[in-house]
């Protein structure tokens, strides 16, 4: 008997070696919308499941966006459960929320997910996303100025989510389905036009132009870069978090740094980050650092701009008596007797912490 088709063949050995560690006995659910890449994502998994010894089943969210969302959330979870998944269930959210539409409904998908991963004891959640989806993911954050984590696109896992196909085309899994007899949706807003959204119009237009003109293989390339810059921001914060345990060393009777303490948090603490110590430190690292120290105050992560960061350096490396820097999420920073301190801003009308013009 001829074995399965190539495609087929492919995306089950991406789940297989996705699901290595899952034990027997486990449960592994499939975020499962019913377009191409996450109905061939069931199938593999409804393959290997059981062979392996671990339980596939699906959740389906239902964003309820579009007209007819419940009939389309409904035939996905038929499919899945044709497939053999079980358990397989329907997950209505609210998408309404900040962020924007695209957002929002990110948001309230991964909660949707992480609550029926808690109510099954699910081992891992599988996400469809291909190399196409990562492509698009770093040319965005290109687009848009991002630093280095943004333009590392997706991760293949993180925590209990993992993404089997990050190395498959969106071609594999279109195949997939039709050598499995498999009928996918087709998201409407995927299709590219000047009123679809941004990251379509990027899959539509933006990447078969590259392609056209730089030539076949830039999905491929823009998915190893952000292999490439996932392991340089790992680095990278790595060196931040020790140069904060050093920084947040609490200062000697005479002012010097009584050395760095290793249970220090990696986050501005209330005794400050000293002024030297970060200072001495490579650009690149003491800023990375302060973006993290910024975030640990309470900095939202999509307010807090290059611009603030720099304001921040500043303080560090450009001490000139200057005073508090305001930032996101009502946060202020100010240097005080040499030492950088985080703090949430004071009510309207007391006015800012101590330390506005106190050179350090």
């Given at each position: ?10 995306v089950r050995r991406a789940v297989r070696a996705a699901t290595a560690d899952v034990p027997a ?336």
């Open positions: 008997m001829a074995g399965p088709a190539p495609v087929v063949a492919a006995g486990a449960t592994v659910l499939v975020a499962c919308s019913g377009g191409p890449d996450s109905l061939a994502l069931a199938a593999g998994a409804a393959f290997v499941g059981p062979r392996a010894g671990w339980r596939a089943g699906a959740v389906v969210v239902d964003h309820g966006l579009q007209q007819g969302s419940a009939d389309v959330a409904a035939a996905a979870a038929a499919a899945c459960q044709g497939l053999g998944l079980d358990p397989v269930e329907v997950a209505a959210v609210d998408a309404r929320g900040p962020g924007g539409p695209e957002g929002a409904a990110r948001a309230a998908r991964y909660a949707a997910l992480a609550d029926a991963a808690r109510r099954h004891g699910a081992a891992a959640v599988l996400l469809g996303h291909t190399r196409d989806d990562q492509a698009e993911s770093v040319l965005l954050a290109l687009a848009r100025g991002s630093g280095p984590r943004s333009a590392a696109g997706m991760a293949a896992r993180r925590g209990a989510l993992r993404r089997p196909l990050l190395d498959l085309p969106r071609a594999t899994t279109l195949a997939a389905c039709d050598a499995l007899g498999l009928v996918p949706w087709h998201d409407p807003t995927n299709a590219p036009g000047p009123a679809a959204p941004l990251r379509s119009r990027v899959r539509g237009e933006v990447l078969p132009l590259l392609e056209e003109v730089l030539g076949p293989g830039v999905a491929a390339a823009l998915a190893r870069g952000a292999d490439l810059a996932r392991e340089q921001a790992d680095a990278l914060d790595a060196l931040a978090a020790d140069l904060l345990v050093a920084a947040a060393a609490p200062a000697a009777p005479d002012g010097a740094s009584s050395g760095p303490d290793a249970t220090a948090p990696a986050t501005a603490p209330t005794g400050g980050l000293d002024a030297d110590v970060l200072a001495a430190a490579h650009a690149g690292v003491r800023r990375a650092a302060l973006r993290v120290a910024a975030l640990g105050a309470g900095c939202p992560a999509g307010a807090l701009t290059r611009a603030h960061v720099l304001a921040l350096d500043d303080l560090v490396v450009a001490w000139h008596g200057q005073g508090p820097v305001a930032l996101p999420g009502r946060v202020v920073a100010a240097r005080r007797c040499g030492r950088l301190f985080l703090d949430p801003s004071p009510p309207s009308g007391t006015g800012v912490p101590t330390g506005r013009g106190v050179v350090g």
